[in-house]
């Protein structure tokens, strides 16, 4: 982690103690909005060359103006790139490579705060609804590519929208389990505290009328119809393995499960075998 992202995290754990001396309610709010906060870059990343092929594409969405690139246009397969949360589509440019040479038409957007996109946060209904303002916009699109935070809203996208036989869905180091993340990053930021747990819980209701449980792949994914492609790492200590074992004992007929081990939650969407079992699966 940079400096920078450390001074980041350390004022949030100062102001989230000084507010749970206050109100744990408002110690909720503030974290669940800084929770929601992209971690801030230093540099502005030059664009890899791929990127001045495609043609530039604008949406409108919950008053934002999102930023992304429509690649091949009008061919018959239909590919959404989706990165994770702190990242950007330019990180998926290898894949965007790929794809246009299989002559599929590819799509992908900056989420909400990210890149060149508009905003300040994003949560994961915001995530949901730019994808299915993509699929209303461009769609229909029968081929999805997710990783990390960007795999729990096409999770909860996809339980919403009919899929055909012909769908395939790619999750790389998808975030599993919302309840698992918070935790985590509390653990992170080394507090210790149930009441503001719950509390938090009532931001997540309000904002999105589920609670944290809810925000759940295992939950979603039994009410999605495609073949799915699941691809995690036994090494990820961002999206842990351990709530990805749940979903494999589950045993969804729809599923496929490529595990890994030791390329943890980056480097696994640039592993060379990684992306030749994408291809194969689609």
Not at 192 to 212: C, F, H, R, V
Not at 253 to 269: C, D, E, P, S, V
Request: aromatic share 10%; proline share 3%.
């Amino acid at each position: 982690m940079k400096i920078q992202q450390k001074l980041f995290l350390s004022s949030i754990k100062l102001r989230l103690y000084f507010l749970l001396s206050i109100s744990t309610q408002r110690a909720a709010a503030f974290a669940f909005k800084r929770f929601c906060t992209p971690l801030p870059t230093t540099h502005k990343r030059k664009k890899p060359k791929i990127i001045s092929e495609g043609n530039p594409q604008k949406l409108l969405c919950d008053g934002k103006n999102l930023c992304g690139y429509q690649f091949n246009a009008g061919k018959k397969n239909k590919l959404l790139i989706l990165h994770g949360f702190s990242s950007s589509l330019l990180n998926f440019h290898s894949y965007i490579s790929a794809f246009v040479a299989k002559d599929y038409e590819v799509l992908c957007f900056d989420a909400p705060a990210h890149g060149d996109s508009e905003g300040k946060q994003v949560h994961a209904v915001d995530y949901k609804n730019m994808i299915l303002a993509i699929i209303e916009k461009y769609g229909p699109i029968n081929r999805f590519l997710a990783h990390s935070f960007g795999g729990i809203a096409l999770s909860l996208a996809a339980e919403t929208i009919k899929q055909t036989d012909d769908t395939k869905i790619i999750f790389i180091a998808p975030a599993t389990e919302t309840t698992t993340a918070i935790a985590s990053v509390l653990q992170m930021l080394n507090i210790k505290n149930e009441g503001l747990t719950k509390a938090i819980d009532k931001e997540i209701i309000k904002k999105g009328g589920e609670n944290t449980a809810w925000y759940s792949m295992r939950r979603a994914v039994k009410n999605i119809d495609a073949e799915i492609l699941w691809i995690h790492d036994k090494a990820d200590n961002v999206t842990p393995f351990s709530d990805v074992e749940y979903v494999i004992t589950d045993a969804n007929a729809h599923i496929n499960f490529m595990i890994t081990n030791g390329l943890g939650h980056r480097q696994i969407y640039r592993n060379e075998e990684v992306k030749k079992r994408i291809l194969s699966f689609l």
